[in-house]
Antibody, heavy 121, light 107 residues
Framework: QVQLVESGGGVVQPEKSLRLSCAASGFTFSNFAMHWVRQAPGKGLEWVAG????????YYADSVKGRFTISRDNSNNTLFLLMNSLRRDDTAVYYC??????????????WGQGALVTVSS | DTQMTQSPSSLSASVGDRVTIACQASQDITNFLNWYQQKPGKAPKLLIY???NLETGVPSRFSGSGSGTDFTFTISSLQPEDIATYYC?????????FGGGTKVDIK
C-alpha cells in the first residue's frame, strides 16, 4: 500500500535552513508528480510546492519562492523540501502529498503524517 | 491566483441533518475542484474529486456539485464521525489553492 513518511522537522531559528524528506513506498515513485502542502497551527491548508515526475518542472507558492526548493531522488524514492531563510510564519506542519493520477494538476489522494517545523529563536 | 471562498466558516448541526457547504472560486475553474475532510491531528482525506466524483470507499452520504465558479458539498445525513473541517481545493491553475475551511460539529 502507498506510504509517505516525512522526516526532518524540528525547531529552527529564524533565517536558518532545514531540509524535509518524504520517503515513499508502495508505488512507482518515478512515475508520479509530488507536492508539499503545509498547515500553520490552527489555520487552513496551503499548497507550498510541486514537482513533475522527473523533477524537471518545479512550481512554488509566492510565499516561498526563492527560499524553498523542492527536489526528488527517484533512485531512492524520496522527495525533499529544502527551506532556507526561514521565517516565523513558516511554522507549520508540512505534508507531502501524492496525486494518484500522476499528474501535477489534480487532487491529492495520499498524504503523509506530516512533519512539524517550528521557527523560533 | 484563484481565490477560493468557503462558507460558512463553521456550523453546528444535529445528527441526521443535511449539511451544505459552499465554495466559490474567483474565476471559472470548470470542474477542477476537490473536497477534503480533516480531523484534528490528522492529514486531510480526499472525499470528492472533479467536483462531483466520490472517492472510492467514501460513504455515499457525501456528495458534491457545481461547475464554473460555484460549488456545493453536501452531507445528506450528518453522522457523529463526520465531525471535522472540510476544505475545497482548485487545480485549474497554479498556485493550487484551498478554501479557508468549514468546521462542522454536532449541535
Amino acid at each position: 500500500q502507498v506510504q509517505l513518511v516525512e522526516s526532518g522537522g524540528g525547531v529552527v531559528q529564524p533565517e536558518k535552513s532545514l531540509r524535509l524528506s518524504c520517503a515513499a513506498s508502495g508505488f512507482t515513485f518515478s512515475n508520479f508528480a509530488m507536492h508539499w502542502v503545509r498547515q500553520a497551527p490552527g489555520k487552513g491548508l496551503e499548497w507550498v510546492a510541486g514537482t513533475s515526475h522527473d523533477g524537471r518542472n518545479r512550481y512554488y507558492a509566492d510565499s516561498v519562492k526563492g527560499r524553498f526548493t523542492i527536489s526528488r531522488d527517484n533512485s531512492n524514492n524520496t522527495l525533499f523540501l529544502l527551506m532556507n531563510s526561514l521565517r516565523r510564519d513558516d511554522t507549520a506542519v508540512y505534508y507531502c502529498a501524492l496525486p494518484s493520477s500522476g499528474s501535477l494538476m489534480t487532487c491529492f489522494d495520499y498524504w503523509g503524517q506530516g512533519a512539524l517545523v517550528t521557527v523560533s529563536s | 491566483d484563484t481565490q477560493m471562498t468557503q462558507s460558512p466558516s463553521s456550523l453546528s448541526a444535529s445528527v441526521g441533518d443535511r449539511v451544505t457547504i459552499a465554495c466559490q472560486a474567483s474565476q471559472d475553474i470548470t470542474n477542477f475542484l476537490n473536497w477534503y475532510q480533516q480531523k484534528p491531528g490528522k492529514a486531510p482525506k480526499l472525499l470528492i474529486y472533479d467536483a462531483s466524483n466520490l472517492e472510492t470507499g467514501v460513504p455515499s452520504r457525501f456528495s458534491g456539485s457545481g461547475s464554473g465558479t460555484d460549488f456545493t458539498f453536501t452531507i445528506s445525513s450528518l453522522q457523529p464521525e463526520d465531525i471535522a473541517t472540510y476544505y475545497c481545493q482548485q487545480y485549474d491553475n497554479l498556485p493550487l489553492t484551498f478554501g479557508g475551511g468549514t468546521k462542522v460539529d454536532i449541535k
